[in-house]
């Protein structure tokens, strides 16, 4: 019986996570838009599944700052400013910088190849995703990238914090993103450059590249100071 129970909980722990995933995945996507509000048993029928996983993941996701609660009205989309958003580049600058002075070449040095030619991959396919204007696939791959890059500190809070930065900036972003035509040209392309200088155990060039990138994304949705 108590293994029944475990098993229960595995279950609605598990949903809980990919709903709140599928969640994040459509703001993302900016189909969910800021400000766009919703109730527990919408999204319970949406995917067809009961209240309780639908609650705890839209409580993850207020946690995370990706979603406001109502009071006795629901949840819906944060709506981040132009100041959240210098901030929060601001922030995820902090966190790198932290990164790379807290022994990231020694880190590098003693980080298993496959992990290495994994972060190499990422860069690569987000690279080839900004150079194709593909916005979806981008988003994708750069949060991948980065998540990866920053586990090699080996340190969860380190990682977990700059993902939901990232997530926030890109919440952010997108609706302006999706104004243009045609990105092609326009994403920033030095995910590949960026890797390689890290593999490379150049944290100079990282750092300049890191500065270039933050100068793009700012100018990118006319946010810049």
Not at 159 to 167: A, E, M, P, Q, Y
């Given at each position: 019986m108590a293994a029944g129970g475990d098993s229960s909980v595995i279950r609605r722990s598990t949903l809980r996570q990919q709903i709140a995933d599928a969640l994040r995945d459509e703001v993302l996507a900016g189909r969910l838009p800021s400000g766009h509000p919703f109730t527990v048993k919408e999204i319970a029928e949406?995917?067809?599944?009961?209240?309780?996983?639908?609650?705890?993941?839209?409580?993850?996701?207020?946690?995370?700052?990706?979603?406001?609660?109502?009071?006795?009205?629901?949840?819906?989309?944060?709506?981040?400013?132009?100041?959240?958003?210098?901030?929060?580049?601001?922030?995820?600058?902090?966190?790198?910088?932290?990164?790379?002075?807290?022994?990231?070449?020694?880190?590098?040095?003693?980080?298993?190849?496959?992990?290495?030619?994994?972060?190499?991959?990422?860069?690569?396919e987000a690279e080839r995703a900004a150079r194709g204007g593909d916005l979806d696939v981008l988003i994708g791959y750069d949060l991948r990238f980065w998540r990866?890059?920053?586990?090699?500190?080996?340190?969860?809070?380190?990682?977990?914090?700059?993902?939901?930065?990232?997530?926030?900036?890109?919440?952010?972003?997108?609706?302006?993103?999706r104004r243009e035509a045609d990105l092609k040209g326009h994403l920033w392309q030095g995910h590949s450059a960026l890797a390689a200088a890290l593999l490379q155990h150049d944290l100079a060039e990282a750092q300049r590249l890191i500065a270039e990138y933050n100068e793009h994304s700012l100018a990118l949705v006319g946010t810049r100071g």
């Open positions: 949406q995917y067809g599944v009961s209240a309780t996983p639908v609650r705890e993941a839209l409580l993850d996701l207020c946690a995370q700052g990706l979603l406001d609660v109502e009071q006795h009205r629901g949840f819906k989309v944060h709506a981040f400013t132009a100041d959240d958003f210098r901030a929060m580049v601001e922030a995820r600058t902090l966190i790198i910088e932290g990164i790379f002075r807290s022994g990231a070449d020694q880190a590098l040095r003693a980080t298993p190849a496959e992990v290495l030619i994994s972060i190499r991959r990422r860069a690569d990866e890059l920053s586990s090699i500190v080996n340190n969860a809070y380190i990682s977990d914090f700059l993902d939901r930065i990232r997530v926030q900036t890109w919440m952010f972003a997108v609706p302006l993103l």
